[in-house]
Every structure is written in C-alpha cells, then in structure tokens.
T-cell receptor, first 112, second 113 residues
Framework: DAGITQSPRHKVTETGTPVTLRCHQTENHRYMYWYRQDPGHGLRLIHYSYGVKDTDKGEVSDGYSVSRSKTEDFLLTLESATSSQTSVYFC???????????FGQGTRLTVV | AQSVTQLDSQVPVFEEAPVELRCNYSSSVSVYLFWYVQYPNQGLQLLLKYLSGSTLVESINGFEAEFNKSQTSFHLRKPSVHISDTAEYFCAVSDFGNEKLTFGTGTRLTIIP
C-alpha cells in the first residue's frame, strides 16, 4: 500500500462545529487531493495542492478550507459543519501529471 | 471541461458470466483514462489505465478496457466474473497536461452465485 494515512477514520460532530481531517503521506508526492464520496455523485474534488502552500479549489469547495505547510500533510477543515457535509472523505496523492492516484482508506464524517 | 458518464449505477451478473461496465467521457483535448475499483469499506485502487499506445489495456485479474476515440468510450470488460469481483467501479479521466482526475458516478457490480 502507498504510505497514505487519513485521520480520524470515523467522526461524529455537531452542526456548527469546526472539524479538521488530516491526510499524511510518506511518499514525498507533490500532488495531494481531497475528495468527497456520496451516493449517486461518485467522487467530487474539494481542494487540491501542488506543493507546500500551493492549494486551489475544486468543484465543491464551499464550506471547506485546506492547508499544506509540509509536503507530507494536507489538512481539510470544515469551518462550520453542516448536515450536507456528512460524507466519506478521501485523500489522494500523485507523483505527477497523469500518473496513478493513490487513495487513503477514507474518513466517514457524520454531522448531526 | 472534462466529464465522465457511467450510465449503469448497478450491474448484477451471474458468477462466471461476462460483464461490461460502460464509460463515456467528454473532453476537448487528448485524454488519459482510468478505471478504479473500490471494495467494501476501502479506498480506491487503480485497476487499469490508458495513457497512450495500444488502445486495449489489461489488468492482472482478467479485466480489460478499450479506448475508443471515435465513440469517446472506455468500457470495462471481463469474460468471466467471480464473487471476488463484487465492488464498485469508477471510471476517471484527466486531460493532457491536467493532473486532476474527474470521476464518474460509479457502477456497483454485484455477482450472483
């Protein structure tokens, strides 16, 4: 398995609270991504990073922010969690353009 | 902008029967195509990919996919499925020079004993 770890694996939180999900890689890959997976929608890109302090928005970025202060860590923050953000979140890493993406095991987030 | 369509959300197939999972894409430039598989409660794993060269690509566990540029398709096939193939399958595309993958909505393959 690619060295990619997501934490926590499961979380239940209340509406309105901030939540941070962590993606940690040991592969020194340049590109990192956060996706959310929902039934009927497949995987949708939230934010991505091409390097330290180099991040950009994906197609469903509203309500989310990210930070990448080190190559190995990519943090996803839900600034004020809503029920619509209940989902499974996946982190992915790539070495470069059009290469294979390696995925973490996912974080199941429930907002109540 | 690129997009991917997987028309079949669920495909039930009898064990040892053949299967085809359909994938169509749209893009204004050259593309790279991927199939990923997700087993229950796991992340996604690459099954096979088309970057260039032969339009027929194969995986180690008997799946194959053919890139058809004229029909903008990349259908996944297996001549004889097994119980262990039960999973969700995602088609994905990235444009030449664009690292980001765009995924289809997935096809859940269920094998009937």
């Amino acid at each position: 398995d690619a060295g990619i770890t997501q934490s926590p694996r499961h979380k239940v939180t209340e509406t309105g609270t901030p939540v941070t999900l962590r993606c940690h890689q040991t592969e020194n890959h340049r590109y990192m991504y956060w996706y959310r997976q929902d039934p009927g929608h497949g995987l949708r890109l939230i934010h991505y990073s091409y390097g330290v302090k180099d991040t950009d928005k994906g197609e469903v970025s509203d309500g989310y922010s990210v930070s990448r202060s080190k190559t190995e860590d990519f943090l996803l923050t839900l600034e004020s969690a809503t029920s619509s953000q209940t989902s499974v979140y996946f982190c992915a890493i790539q070495t470069g353009k059009n290469t294979e993406a390696f995925f973490g095991q996912g974080t199941r987030l429930t907002v109540v | 902008a690129q997009s991917v369509t997987q028309l079949d959300s669920q495909v039930p197939v009898f064990e040892e029967a053949p299967v085809e999972l359909r994938c169509n894409y749209s893009s204004s430039v050259s593309v790279y195509l991927f199939w990923y598989v997700q087993y229950p409660n796991q992340g996604l794993q690459l099954l096979l990919k088309y970057l260039s060269g032969s339009t027929l690509v194969e995986s180690i566990n008997g799946f194959e996919a053919e890139f058809n540029k004229s029909q903008t398709s990349f259908h996944l096939r297996k001549p004889s499925v097994h119980i262990s193939d039960t999973a969700e399958y995602f088609c994905a595309v990235s444009d030449f020079g664009n690292e980001k993958l765009t995924f289809g909505t997935g096809t859940r393959l269920t094998i009937i004993p």
